[in-house]
C-alpha cells in the first residue's frame, strides 16, 4: 500500500492540549510504522527534554495517523493493516481498546470538543466518525478515491478530506455527517491544515510540487505555492503567520508565509520527512524523518534545526501535544 501513495501525517490537526497522565511536562505521541506486516509502537517524547520517555508497542500493524483528544487523556491510531483505530491511555500509555473501522485507515483527527474522531478509510473511501464517549463508529461518510488526510475547524462545524485519487478536497458538516462540498486540488493531496482562525485551510498536492490555500467561506482555491518535491505533512503556526511543509523526496521543510502565501525560507532536515507538529507557544516544530528514523527540531525564531532526536523505525505522524 505504501508503494501506491505517500503516508499521511495529520499534523493539521497537531496542537498543545491540556496536561495528561503522567506530569505537566509537554509531551507528543509519535507513531512508527516499522513493518507492515507486524505490530509496531507509537514513540512518546517528553518536549521539555527531548527524549523518548516510553513506548506503547504492538498498537497495530502499520500505525499512520495519530490525534489526541483536547483533554489529554487518549490517544487514536490508524492502524492501516488491520482496519482498526487503536486507543491509548497516556495516564498509563498503554492500549484500552481498538475500534473496528473501514478499509486502511490512515488520517485520524479529533473534534475540538473531543466527541468525535474522524478517520479516513484509504481503501474503501470514506470517513468513519467515532463516538468517544463508547469508542464505536456512529457514521460512515462516503468522500473521493483514496482519503488520506483529516482536518477539523476550530469551531468544530468541518472536517476537511484529502482524496490523493480524486484530486479534490471533501467537505464533511458535522451537524449531519455529510459531503456539503468537494474541492478541486492538485495532483496527489495529501496533508491538509486549518488555520487557527479558520479561515483558510492548506492542502499539500504530492505530485505537483504545491501547497493549495482555500478560503473556507467559498470553499475555492485561492492560491497555490510552489514548495518542494512530494510534500506531504504540513502543520499552520498558532499565530496563523506560518505553514510548515514537509517535502519528502529532497529532505526539506518549505516555510510559507501566511500573508504572501510565498515560502520564505528551505531547511534541510533529515531523510523522507512526513509528519510535521508545531508547540503549543510555536517556539518549536517538530519533523519526523521516516526514512533516518529521527525527529528534526527547528526553533521557528531562526528556521534553523537546532536537535536531531532518535525515535523508532520509519516515524511518520505525529498527535497532539500533551501539556502546557
Known sequence: MR?????LWLAGVVVFTGAAGASAAPFAYITNEGDPYVSNDVSVLD???NTVVATVPAVGRYPEGVAVTPNGAYVYVGTENDDSVTVI??????VVTKVPVGHSPVGVAVTPDGTRVYVANFGEGTVSVIATATNTVVARVPVG????????TPDGTRVYVTNIYSFNLSVIATATNT?????????????VAVTPDGTRVYVTNYGDFTASVIDTASNMVVALVPVGFAPEGLV???DGTRVYVANKWDNTVSVIDTATNTVVATLPVGISPDGVAVTRDGTHVYV???GSNSLSVIATATNTVVATLPVGNHPV???NFIGP
Open 145 to 152: 478515491a483514496g482519503p488520506v488526510g483529516v482536518a477539523v
Open 288 to 290: 519526523a524523518n521516516n
Open 236 to 238: 499552520v503556526t498558532p
Open 47 to 49: 518536549t521539555a527534554t
Open 179 to 191: 459531503v456539503v462540498a468537494n474541492v478541486m486540488v492538485g495532483n496527489d493531496p495529501a496533508g
Open 317 to 319: 505522524a505525529f498527535g
Open 89 to 94: 491511555a497516556t495516564a498509563t500509555n498503554t
Open 3 to 7: 508503494s501506491l501513495r505517500p503516508a
